[in-house]
């Protein structure tokens, strides 16, 4: 779903942000999990670290792979459980004839009897949708609003979030650990953004020409060290959600970018985006480029203050 909703900026100013420095990456197996190492600077130009070990029986349930989607493959699953539900049809009430074009699935119905013809059609309309509905969830996909309003599929990236946030408690608490007892959450985001804007950056294709074949889920992205900005905000927002699993969060999507909104209270200065009521504060973990909590770049506020986005909550 595609929403219009007011955004709240400041003035589109920043000065020229420092650049992130991946110091050190080390990556090893253990019997719990594979361990990581890292050492990156930060936007203070302080050097920092952070080592962690996920569980590896845990990791394991978390998807570690998204498959290209691809339009033809979809819709031959399609045709097979149209053809399917072709066979329980009573030759008696109707004829049933699936043919797969391409990218599409043709069903032809005849029936002696207009009032069993039009059932049959819906319900062949019905199952149609269901089973694209199904390859869709089977591989990891969602259709999408683009925010120039395109119908199209791109990888289900709140169902990532969801289902890699228990994985990644390990990385979000060896974070916490390394923040100031009582301290603002902000101090928390500021270093969990500076080590993922070191993490180096792949440029994202355009999401919905895309067919997801740049998107990395967390766990591949941190064997790869590397993501474009789609896969770098989808493992943000699953530690984030360790963090602070009862706060409002929202993916916010624009047409080649992707950043977080946080539902913490903003101060002065920070950058935020008013969703349903809902003030979240604005965050970029794509890098290379170093903003910290409420630092966004001009170039994603100007293309917010076009309207051309898609909000999708983080549920």
């Not at 683009?146 to 946030?165: F, G, S």
Request: net charge neutral; proline share 5%.
């Amino acid at each position: 779903m595609h929403f219009k909703i007011p955004l709240l900026i400041g003035i589109l100013f920043f000065s020229t942000a420092p650049s992130a420095a991946q110091l050190a990456f080390e990556r090893s197996s253990t019997a719990q999990g594979p361990e990581y190492s890292y050492r990156w600077r930060d936007a203070a130009g302080e050097e920092r670290s952070v080592s962690f070990t996920l569980d590896g029986e845990i990791l394991d349930k978390a998807p570690r792979a998204q498959k290209n989607y691809r339009p033809a493959l979809a819709q031959r699953y399609v045709a097979v459980e149209l053809t399917k539900a072709a066979k329980t049809v009573d030759p008696k009430d109707a004829h049933v004839k699936i043919r797969q074009q391409g990218d599409s699935v043709e069903v032809s119905v005849r029936s002696r009897h207009q009032e069993k013809l039009q059932h049959i059609q819906q319900q062949f309309a019905q199952a149609r949708e269901q089973a694209f509905s199904d390859y869709l969830e089977k591989h990891y996909y969602t259709r999408y609003i683009t925010p120039l309003n395109q119908q199209a599929v791109k990888p289900d990236h709140i169902r990532y979030i969801n289902e890699y946030t228990q994985a990644l408690i390990p990385l979000s608490q060896a974070l916490y650990e390394q923040v100031v007892e009582q301290s603002d959450a902000r101090e928390y985001f500021n270093l969990l953004l500076g080590w993922v804007q070191s993490i180096p950056y792949n440029a994202l294709d355009d999401r919905a020409d895309s067919n997801g074949s740049g998107f990395a889920p967390p766990a591949t992205l941190l064997a790869q060290n590397q993501g474009d900005c789609d896969s770098k905000s989808v493992m943000t927002a699953a530690i984030a959600k360790a963090f602070l699993p009862s706060t409002p969060m929202i993916l916010v999507l624009l047409k080649d970018h992707a950043l977080l909104g946080i539902g913490l209270n903003s101060k002065s200065g920070e950058q935020t985006i008013k969703v349903d009521g809902t003030s979240f504060v604005l965050i970029e973990p794509t890098g290379p480029a170093l903003f910290r909590f409420g630092e966004v770049a001009t170039s994603t506020l100007q293309e917010l203050a076009s309207g051309r986005y898609t909000i999708e909550k983080i549920q």
